[in-house]
T-cell receptor, first 111, second 116 residues
């Protein structure tokens, strides 16, 4: 079945550092891809999405590009802040409209 | 925006007892809710899809008698872990569709269940 693989964390960075969290997927067809973020004590929130190849999703300085050739959707941010500390989940919607999640990657940003 | 409230956020119970987790949509009606479970360092796994007024649809490998789901109203779905065992200890999270289309999901903040 469809699956999502993302890098294990935690990812520990200093403020203003560049962030990359890798995500690759396996799916039949061309699923829509998502990044969700979970701040401490809160539910998952949609961060960004991309619905077709070469689409770039962006929000709050985060970006991810849907790469069909490498089946990837890596999350990037040029300059992280302490407030970005959270758990980030890569996900896709399969052909039955179910969300399939990766394992989540904890990001810790220190001043 | 749409808010899903999940309660309790943490619960510790003894083996053999039952635990109920509530998932409420606060400012919208949710005809469909989803229950997920997350093991340490693993993905959020969909356990079941809960539809208001009808039986839940369970994913393969999920024990229906162990994880009872009730969706009696348009704003409340409950997950009851019956006769809990330590291996049921996990993080449970619910979500609800907030509209039409594929992208309208709102998630609760999750429940950390520890069975001792």
């Amino acid at each position: 079945g469809d699956s999502v693989t993302q890098m294990e964390g935690p990812v520990t960075l200093s403020e203003e550092a560049f962030l990359t969290i890798n995500c690759t997927y396996t799916a039949t067809g061309y699923p829509s891809l998502f990044w969700y973020v979970q701040y401490p004590g809160e539910g998952l929130q949609l961060l960004l999405k991309a619905t077709k190849a070469d689409d770039k999703g962006s929000n709050k300085g985060f970006e991810a590009t849907y790469r069909k050739e490498t089946t990837s959707f890596h999350l990037e941010k040029g300059s992280v802040q302490v407030s970005d500390s959270a758990v980030y989940f890569c996900a896709l919607i399969d052909n039955t409209d179910k969300l399939i999640f990766g394992t989540g990657t904890r990001l810790q940003v220190f001043p | 925006g749409a808010v899903v409230s999940q309660h309790p956020s943490r619960v510790i119970c003894k083996s053999g007892t039952s635990v109920k987790i509530e998932c409420r949509s606060l400012d919208f009606q949710a005809t469909t809710m989803f229950w997920y479970r997350q093991f340490p360092k693993q993905s959020l796994m969909l356990m079941a899809t809960s539809n208001e007024g009808s039986k839940a649809t369970y994913e393969q490998g999920v024990e229906k008698d162990k994880f009872l789901i009730n969706h009696a109203s348009l704003t409340l779905s409950t997950l009851t872990v019956t006769s809990a065992h330590p291996e049921d200890s996990s993080f449970y999270i619910c979500s609800a569709r907030t509209g039409t289309g594929k992208y309208g999901y709102t998630f609760g903040s999750g429940t950390r269940l520890t069975v001792v």
